[in-house]
């Protein structure tokens, strides 16, 4: 069983930064690919960013050059740098990594820009 659990969320003007972090409860956690996804009010929960266990990384259009997604294999523990905000970057952010076919999700932080 895995579990994550996220921090960081909280309310910032437009133009300023926040740090996610997630730590994960894994033995050997070089062996999960990570992702960031957000989900806004009436809207799909969508993918912002992923980082493989070697930190190969990947971003939605939306944030590339803004947010920057990082781990810590020792500290178990991936982050998301969030630069240069903006309102419709509000939205609840969940931690993820699928393992063995299983999705798994943390219980999300809630991010408010603004303007």
């Known amino acids: 069983q895995v579990q994550l659990v996220e921090s960081g969320g909280g309310l910032v003007q437009a133009g300023g930064s926040l740090r996610l972090s997630c730590a994960a409860s894994v033995t050997i956690f070089r062996n999960y690919a990570m992702a960031w996804y957000r989900q806004a009010p009436g809207k799909q929960r969508e993918l912002v960013a992923t980082?493989?266990?070697?930190?190969?990384?990947n971003y939605a259009d939306s944030v590339k050059g803004r947010f920057t997604i990082s781990r810590d294999n020792a500290k178990k523990t991936v982050y998301l740098q969030m630069n240069s905000l903006k309102p419709e970057d509000t939205a609840v952010y969940y931690c993820?990594?699928?393992?063995?076919?299983?999705?798994?999700w943390g219980q999300g932080t809630q991010v408010t820009v603004s303007s």
């Open positions: 993820n990594t699928d393992r063995l076919r299983m999705r798994y």
């Open positions: 980082i493989t266990g070697g930190g190969t990384t």
